[in-house]
């Protein structure tokens, strides 16, 4: 199964800029780059995702470097309530979509 | 709809005893997965369902674990028996069957074997 590397923790000041890079160096042509975050004590949610262009949503845009080895979240101004673990996986497509999680990062945000 | 509903959302059970998780997924998603997290080994998947038949297994711990999908709207995964290991918080989730659609995940149940 593909996998994906991230720093375990980073930290950001509140209204700034934030970049979480992810590694991805097996990525399959077919596999989709998805992030999600998980606040303390909810459910993992949904981020953003992308194949090979970057993409932008309310919540953040996504970058994909060219070949497609890497990706970056960004968030364009960190808030408190951005405090979490954010995952970067790969929708395997095996014919099944598996989801598979890694270590994640945590983001701490200071005010 | 109201989401993916998982219950109990705590559950405390004595070692040796069998445990029942429930899980509703949204209406329409063809995959349902199970995950369990601990803090030493994070986020697993242990099984996932597409549209009600069990696609990969490989992640469920040992056979004292099962789950089932009896039909589109309702799956469970029991533990029996169960021990102090087994305390976690799992989680299930649904999406629709593509890869570039979100999985939306549960509240979770936060299973405490004593």
């Known amino acids: 199964d593909a996998k994906t590397t991230q720093p375990n923790s980073m930290e950001s000041n509140e209204e700034e800029p934030v970049h979480l890079p992810c590694n991805h160096s097996?990525?399959?042509?077919?596999?989709?780059i998805h992030w999600y975050r998980q606040l303390p004590s909810q459910g993992p949610e949904y981020v953003i995702h992308?194949?090979?262009s970057n993409v932008n949503n309310r919540m953040a845009s996504l970058a994909i470097a060219e070949d497609r080895k890497s990706s970056t979240l960004i968030l364009h101004r960190a808030t408190l309530r951005d405090a979490a673990v954010y995952y970067c996986?790969?929708?395997?497509?095996?014919?099944?979509?598996?989801?598979?999680f890694g270590a994640g990062t945590r983001l701490f945000v200071k005010a | 709809d109201a989401g993916v509903i998982q219950s109990p959302r705590h559950e405390v059970t004595e070692m040796g005893q069998e445990v029942t998780l429930r899980c509703k997924p949204i209406?329409?998603?063809?995959?349902l997965f199970w995950y369990r997290q601990t803090m030493m080994r994070g986020l697993e998947l242990l099984i996932y369902?597409?549209?009600?038949?069990?696609?990969?297994d490989s992640g469920m711990p040992e056979d004292r674990f099962s789950a089932k999908m009896p039909n589109a709207s309702f799956s469970t995964l029991k533990i029996q028996p169960s021990e102090p290991r087994d305390s976690a918080v799992y989680f299930c989730a649904s999406s629709l069957d593509r890869g570039y659609t979100e999985a939306f995940f549960g509240q979770g149940t936060r299973l405490t074997v004593v």
């Open positions: 369902f597409n549209n009600n038949v069990p696609i990969d």
């Open positions: 209406s329409g998603h063809d995959y």
């Open positions: 992308g194949l090979t």
């Open positions: 097996t990525i399959s042509g077919t596999d989709y």
């Open positions: 996986i790969l929708r395997i497509d095996t014919g099944g979509f598996k989801t598979i």
